[in-house]
């Protein structure tokens, strides 16, 4: 297996990343239109504005994308650079991807708590589990 193996579930968080933004525009705009508010208004251009749940929603999971994710590039990073990128590695990197996916998917559609909740603990798990076995490379 080759290193740079652990690049794509990264890839694949930014492309989630980006998604998420392009989604977010939209969603702002049609709740602008339903709210009967203007780029000219002074709490739009102050950020003072009401949103629509879905503006929200979107905004909130953006949001989410620079939280706990700075963490995996940084392990992911950490991990290459001592050579401590294993089979092992690279799954539990596609597991914290895909339970990012996943929760995203939940977040900006239903947006079930509960299930949200589990997507995050998924990918919080997998995270962890990566930085254990980082340092357990490391001693």
Known sequence: MKE????????VQVVLTF???????????RSMR???????????????????????????????QFEMPVLFYA???YAMITNAVDVLMVGLAWIFALSRIVHTVIHVGPNVVMH????FLVGFVALVLM?????????
């Open 4 to 11: 740079t193996a652990i690049l794509w579930p990264v890839i």
């Open 19 to 29: 998604a998420v933004l392009l989604g977010m525009g939209p969603a702002r705009a």
């Open 34 to 64: 339903e709210l009967g508010q203007s780029l000219s208004d002074d709490d739009v251009r102050l950020g003072r504005n009401a949103w629509t749940d879905q503006a929200l929603k979107f905004s909130k999971n953006y949001a989410n």
């Open 75 to 77: 392990v992911v990073g």
């Open 116 to 119: 949200r909740g589990l997507a």
């Open 131 to 139: 930085w254990l076995k980082l340092v357990i490379h490391l001693l």
